[in-house]
């Protein structure tokens, strides 16, 4: 085949088709064309030219042309596509290094083999056009909802046809046991467009929080205008789901609006969600009360948060507590997905039991440490006192606010107090020096002896070693572990050691040992305050 007269306006008309067909950019099949061209070219006059072929976009005509590019003498590698200084003379006035000439060659024969390796090149260019053209067209609509119709099925994974593409919806994205057949109509989220060698897979779901406020989005005109806002989703797919929303208009209820006229609009949602019960819940900044709200249709006597742990003590009336729990924990596991906190629930008689337990092993410490009498022991406990360092040096003025204190009594009670804790004391750095714990670390001020023992049973016994500590080892934590929370005990956890306090103390530290510069530091922390400004 050569690029005569006769058919270059074929290679115009050509590309036009291809591009038609597959819905992109006539350029890029010219641009293929032309690539596929100069390939065939390379294999005739040499793979170690540079030759490039440009196909006029409105004749059709292909020029052939090959260049070459002046380099420094000693750069001179391919004699084919370079040229030194001096040689370049014979062409060109005032050839400079980096200046290329360029000159035509005659067109070139294709034969059968190099027609077929140009045609190759052109379907590999457009199948990439095409896969460029389907990711860009669907990268922008993540997080939306597309309408398709079902192609086939695949080991329980459904492909969807979403018009220019294909789409697949998982098995574990599909809500229960949904079956569907070849063409019929489907509704799914867009959870995640990814750019793969095998061209752009779309990745649909039916069970993701965000199709459900998608669809409310769709069923109400308040949440579309941004008159009321969906705080959170948790859902059971195909079971119960929880909705927290928001008015930002007080003439706006925004319970009522999702639910609409005699349930109207969530009812549309639920029959798209295959009969998925759905609570709507008014949201709350205040977490305990935002945590009532969640768990209804149960009653909550008492909440007791727990901000550092991320967890929160729930008290519910005994008869309420398989109603907050929900069948196989349904309930209380939804609202903990909508409050991002782990939600420990009780009877009130296990609240009172746990707080009797709790008011006897304080009588008892305070009997045996202050060798007073049960009564007395009692009266301090209901006072709100919780261990021996409250009592050995709180203001004795608030000592005397208990009946039957005077002065004498309260100085007696601050001296028995101090000398158990100085025995205590002197017994914890005892021990930490036959562990072997060096001076710079008992030096160092913000340790007890009860914390640097406590440092020293496991192994870290000088200030370089706890330097080197992180801040969750000393003050624990909480790690998820295929899905659920799991408790990291600090060491110096039970000595109320925040992770706040940690930090600072290991900092400390490192800027004693020479480890980290203060000025940086400081540096460091103005930029970020400046940025923090900024934004």
Request: glycine letters at 6%; aromatic letters at 6%.
């Amino acid at each position: 085949m050569a690029i005569t007269s006769a058919n270059q306006l074929e290679l115009l008309q050509t590309a036009e088709a291809v591009a038609r067909e597959k819905m992109i950019d006539p350029g890029l099949v010219v641009e293929a064309m032309e690539e596929s061209l100069a390939r065939a070219a390379k294999s005739r006059y040499g793979s170690e030219m540079d030759i490039r072929v440009k196909i006029d976009r409105k004749t059709g005509r292909a020029t052939f042309t090959r260049v070459r590019t002046v380099v420094e003498d000693d750069l001179l590698e391919n004699y084919q596509a370079e040229l030194t200084v001096q040689q370049a003379k014979q062409y060109m006035s005032d050839p400079q290094i980096g200046d290329t000439f360029v000159e035509e060659i005659p067109p070139v024969e294709l034969g059968r083999i190099a027609a077929q390796s140009a045609k190759q090149v052109i379907l590999q260019k457009v199948r990439e056009a095409e896969r460029d053209r389907q990711y860009d067209e669907f990268k922008d609509r993540q997080g939306t909802i597309i309408n398709g119709t079902v192609k086939r099925e695949e080991y329980g994974n459904v492909i969807v046809d979403v018009g220019r593409g294909e789409a697949i919806l998982r098995r574990n994205e599909k809500i229960g046991r949904e079956a569907y057949r070849p063409n019929d109509r489907i509704r799914c989220y867009i959870k995640d467009v990814r750019r793969e060698a095998r061209g752009p897979q779309i990745f649909l779901s039916r069970t993701a929080p965000e199709f459900m406020a998608e669809l409310f989005k769709m069923e109400v005109p308040e949440i579309y205008d941004g008159i009321i806002e969906i705080k959170a989703v948790a859902r059971d797919p195909g079971s119960r789901a929880k909705i927290a929303v928001i008015s930002y208009d007080g003439s706006i209820d925004p319970v009522g609006a999702c639910v609409g006229m005699r349930g109207s609009r969530v009812q549309a949602v639920v029959n798209e969600l295959q009969g998925e019960k759905i609570d709507i819940i008014p949201w709350n900044e205040d977490v305990p009360t935002f945590l009532v709200n969640a768990l209804q249709p149960a009653e909550v006597s008492k909440v007791v948060l727990d901000e550092d742990a991320e967890r929160i003590e729930v008290v519910v009336p005994d008869e309420q507590l398989s109603l907050a729990i929900g069948r196989r924990g349904q309930n209380v596991r939804l609202a903990s997905q909508l409050t991002n906190l782990d939600i420990d629930i009780m009877t009130e008689s296990e609240d009172s039991a746990k707080r009797q337990k709790e008011f006897e092993e304080r009588t008892k410490l305070f009997m045996d440490a202050l060798d007073v009498d049960e009564f007395f022991a009692q009266l301090l406990v209901a006072e709100g006192f919780t261990n021996l360092e409250e009592v050995g040096y709180v203001e004795i003025d608030e000592l005397l606010t208990i009946d039957g204190v005077d002065e004498d009594t309260a100085s007696e009670l601050q001296a028995r107090a101090r000398d158990v804790l100085e025995a205590e004391a002197n017994a914890a750095m005892e021990r930490a020096r036959e562990l072997g714990v060096e001076d710079s670390l008992v030096e160092f001020e913000g340790l007890t002896p009860q914390m640097i023992a406590a440092l020293a049973e496991d192994g870290v016994k000088t200030l370089e070693d706890f330097a080197t500590c992180a801040d969750w080892e000393l003050a624990g934590g909480w790690t998820t572990v295929n899905g659920e929370r799991v408790k990291d005990d600090g060491l110096l956890e039970k000595f109320d050691v925040s992770l706040e306090e940690a930090q600072n103390m290991i900092m400390t530290a490192r800027i004693a040992l020479g480890w980290v510069d203060p000025e940086e530091l400081a540096e460091d922390e103005d930029g970020e305050i400046e940025e923090e400004g900024e934004a």
